[in-house]
């Protein structure tokens, strides 16, 4: 049975039984706890705490999920994948145990013929909580299951959390036993390899407070009603109805093994191959999980999600260049993905240009630096040879991989090479405290769900009306107070001019815009009604609690405002009005990009604010002039134009047919917001508020083009008055720069770069001949060295302003001067922005008696609260205090003297 068929009859059995489907959510959402999606209940996370309503008592999905905290283990296990599919099904305070258990039962041992997936009922086995009989006794009593194939389990592996404060519960999980073939009997307990684990039913029913575990924490009560999340595994199913023996080897990952092997002279699955297994299993496995990780907006980037994308795409590169393959294989990888998946994830084929320009603009980039890290291998090779060693440092390992993304597996291939081991213990060693240091650093930041729950009664009570798309002021009634998050029934202005840290108005109705989708909230007034008409409070920001209550955070100036009381609220017009040209004008310069560029050019995040914009788009590499100057001139034809800007509300699925623009990682409701500018020139998915004619934006001036990560640029622009603000701040500059140079306008940029070039070729000949009068001062030195110990030694102070190249090569000129007797050259000098560079050479004699210039530049390096390092025969560094100089060369002098 192939894969896309078990999600059909996954999810046909589920709505049959009255649940309803919910697409998979994006891998990325707005939670502070995860980078990834890695649990198909993230999505339903808000209604089992309780903190909004549900719109359904039942659902059934089949999320995309990703979980990398174990990269280093894929491929090894064959269970294992760092992208999987969960498919589950969730009951909002409807069915529980009986019910998860019955619907499970049935999906799994139905035959195929009546909808199920035929499996063999005397396989299948269950554990349970530790005093969970209850659900012992379900499963004997729904699925006829005898007691000795019905496990007690404990906290680790039968108690679900999210591993932070939040929903929990007792779990009962299914397993489907393999065989003899796979191992010894006993059931789960004893051997999960024979039997694997299918399905996780999780009885959430409790919350969870602080731990340091899945075993160490406090339950602090119930949940407001009893829920069930379950999960079944799609690869492990698809493993056990496809008759083979691992997840690598079913339909949606074998293509990818296939592939490769038919450019690498090493088969897959020969006797005794299991290192090149592993290899293509990883290329297997990260393939599929990065196409989908850049399908849902992320871009190889050096921290976060874009670090875990570069490291994935980098693996595959690296495990196929140790299985023999030296082409380029992302391009035709990504295609496998994309066949393969497209059935299930459509967009995957519709983005696939995107998603293939980004993989192989990485296995580009990437070659390049295993060229780099090539040559550092080499040096280092070099030197543990020339130390008379065999053995490659840990040190020298690890930075090859913590540098150049080198794979021990790599470097040890490379070491065999060259006659040479490694110091593996102590690489990884030197790994072990990375790791040490990188958890702990995500222990500081994993933060529980905010705590709601002094807004749940308002939450539940329904949304709060957006009335600002109609009109700037509206009557509205306080429904709640909240003072640094404590619900208070009167809040009062302070004569004393004490504010608590954070007022909180929640209304029942607004036209306060909240910030969402990059505009930032509106700016007005709140002002008291009738007998409370003294009262008044600015509005300083506008948030949403559960995604459907408006807090407006407030300064209260005068009087005191009721919960109940009826009051105005205003949104300072000039301030709209100008919001709304910079969220429009982001708009037209996403059409104009895309019109310029390409469909590539795909946002990746914006910011428009009264005047201003920036838009972040998915791109590699700088823009040209050309470029930028064409988006510009698309942009303000659109303004000029005067399109007409036309919203309205449709279905998600008719939107997007129409050509609507969705942002990646955002997630939408069933029926949507549209707005349309010029008809087909800008057509997307938004809730925020715009002009209502394209010219109403006023001008646009890009101000500038830049990188904000890899794969990512951000376009920044003045919209409206500000744009005519900053055209004459230049037209001013540039009228100034004309006047002094007593040139038309027109020729400024002319006489400029003339000047450039001269004052270019002024410096240059002012280095030539302050390198000319230091050399004839080394030549000076050299003749005055003086003779400490065996050793002819030059140390001296340089003259100012003098850099670390500069004095690496007077170092060179004197040591050259000093003929084969042993010599010691040791420069030191005042250098720019009050650094203090220093050099320092040894020849091969003195090295023979045992000079070294990577440890007498420590020397120099501690009396001028610096340090330095390099090789035997040259090395450099640099400090900060400049006063130390002297005591730097009498250390060395004595140093050498000593020796």
């Known amino acids: 049975m192939q894969t896309h068929e078990i999600r059909k009859r996954f999810l046909d059995h589920f709505v049959t039984a009255g649940h309803t489907e919910v697409p998979s959510a994006s891998v990325i959402l707005d939670d502070p706890n995860l980078l990834f999606v890695n649990a198909g209940m993230v999505q339903f996370v808000p209604y089992f705490l309780g903190q909004q309503a549900p719109p359904w008592k039942r659902a059934t999905s089949i999320q995309k999920c990703i979980r990398t905290p174990d990269i280093d283990e894929v491929g090894i296990t064959t269970r294992h994948n760092t992208f999987f599919q969960m498919a ?26 009546r909808g199920g997936y035929g499996l063999d009922p005397e396989r299948l086995w269950a554990t349970v909580y530790l005093d969970d009989d209850e ?7 729904v699925a006829g299951l005898p007691p000795d194939r019905i496990q007690r389990r404990g906290m680790a592996d039968n108690y679900w959390s999210m591993g932070i404060p939040g929903p929990c519960g007792p779990s009962s999980e299914i397993y489907y036993d393999r065989g003899p073939d796979y191992g010894v009997e006993g059931g789960p307990v004893v051997n999960e390899d024979r039997y694997i684990e299918i399905w996780n039913l999780v009885f959430m029913q409790n919350e969870r407070g602080e731990g340091t575990s899945k075993e160490d924490f406090e339950i602090l009560g119930p949940l407001p009603r009893k829920n069930i999340d379950t ?119 519709a983005d696939f240009d995107r998603i293939q320009r980004i993989a192989v603009a990485e296995e580009t980039a990437f070659n390049r630096t295993l060229a780099s890290g090539s040559r550092l291998f080499e040096e280092a090779a070099s030197a543990t040879k020339a130390k008379g060693a065999d053995r490659l ?7 090859l991989h913590d540098t150049y993304g080198f794979p021990i597996e790599l470097t040890l291939e490379m070491a065999a090479e060259a006659d040479l081991s490694v110091d593996e213990e102590g690489f990884r060693s030197l790994m072990a405290q990375q790791r040490q240091r990188a958890k702990a650093d995500a222990a500081a930041r994993k933060q529980a769900h905010s705590d709601l729950s002094a807004y749940r009664e308002l939450v539940d009570a329904g949304p709060t009306e957006f009335t600002g798309f109609d009109e700037l002021s509206s009557e509205a009634r306080i429904l709640g107070i909240f003072v640094d998050g404590t619900r208070v029934p009167v ?64 300064t209260v100036e005068s009087g005191e405002f009721v919960e109940g009381d009826t009051v105005i609220a205003s949104v300072d017009p000039r301030w709209r009005h100008g919001a709304t040209q910079g969220h429009s004008g982001t708009h037209m310069v996403h059409a104009a990009l895309r019109q ?8 990746a995040g914006s910011l428009n604010r009264p005047g201003y914009l920036r838009f972040d788009f998915n791109w590699q590499g700088p823009l040209s002039e050309e470029q930028r100057t064409e988006i510009e001139e698309v942009t303000n034809e659109a303004v000029e134009a005067d399109y007409e800007v036309h919203t309205f509300s449709t279905e998600l699925e008719k939107a997007k047919s129409m050509g609507a623009i969705a942002l990646f990682g ?62 004459a701040k230049e037209r001013a500059l540039m009228a100034g720069l004309a006047s002094s140079m007593k040139v038309p306008s027109e020729e400024v940029p002319a006489r400029v770069a003339n000047l450039v070039e001269r004052l270019r070729a002024a410096e240059k000949e002012l280095d030539r001949l302050r390198l000319a009068n230091a050399r004839a001062a080394a030549a000076n030195a050299a003749a005055g060295a003086e003779l400490v110990g065996r050793v002819r030694l030059v140390a001296q102070r340089m003259a100012g302003g003098m850099s670390a190249g500069d004095l690496r090569t007077l170092v060179g000129d004197i040591r050259g001067k000093l003929g084969s007797d042993p010599a010691v050259v040791a420069l030191i000098a005042e250098g720019d922005n009050d650094t203090v560079p220093f050099v320092v050479a040894v020849n091969p004699a003195a090295q023979d008696l045992g000079f070294r210039a990577n440890d007498l530049v420590k020397q120099l390096g501690a009396a001028v609260n610096g340090r330095g390092g390099g090789k035997a025969d040259l090395a450099q560094g640099s400090g900060r205090g400049a006063a130390g100089i002297d005591a730097a060369l009498a250390a060395l002098r004595a140093e050498i003297d000593r020796s």
């Open 88 to 113: 589950g099904n969730f009951s909002f305070g409807d069915y529980f145990k009986k019910g998860a258990i019955e619907l499970a039962w049935t999906l799994l041992t139905n035959p195929v013929d």
């Open 135 to 141: 659900a012992s006794e379900l499963w004997q009593q």
């Open 231 to 349: 999960g079944m595994g799609v690869e492990r199913v698809a493993c056990l109805l496809q008759g083979v023996d691992n997840v690598y080897e079913t339909d949606l990952l074998r293509p990818a093994i296939d592939l490769v092997e038919t450019r690498s002279p090493i088969p897959y699955g020969s006797p005794g191959s299991h290192a090149s297994d592993v290899r293509y299993r990883i290329i297997a496995d990260h393939s599929r999980t990065a196409a989908i990780i850049i399908g849902d907006g992320v871009s190889p980037g050096n921290e976060g999600r874009g670090y875990v994308l570069r490291r994935l795409l980098r693996r595959i590169i690296r495990a196929a260049k140790l299985l023999g393959v030296e082409d380029p294989v992302m391009a035709d990888l990504m295609g496998t993905v994309r066949d393969a998946m497209g059935p299930s994830y459509p967009e995957l084929v």
């Open 393 to 399: 440092s840990g040190h020298d390992a690890f930075t």
């Open 491 to 554: 809040v009062s202005h302070s004569r004393r001019g004490e504010q608590p840290d954070r007022i909180e108005l929640i209304l029942d109705r607004t036209p306060f815009y909240a910030e969402s989708g990059g505009q930032i909230a509106d700016e007005g007034t709140i002002s008291g009604s009738g007998s409370s008409a003294a009262a008044k409070a600015a509005v300083t920001d506008v948030q949403k609690i559960a995604k459907t209550l408006w807090a407006h955070r407030v």
């Open 596 to 603: 310029v560029l390409g469909p590539n050019a795909v946002q």
């Open 666 to 727: 955002e997630q939408y409701p069933d029926r949507v917001r549209v707005v349309e500018i010029g008809g087909p020139f800008s057509l997307e998915l938004c809730g925020g508020t715009h002009v209502h004619n394209s010219a109403q934006i006023g001008p646009v001036t890009i101000l500038g083009e830049s990188s904000v990560g890899s794969g990512v640029r951000r376009v920044e622009a003045y919209v409206g008055l500000d744009s005519f603000r900053h055209l």
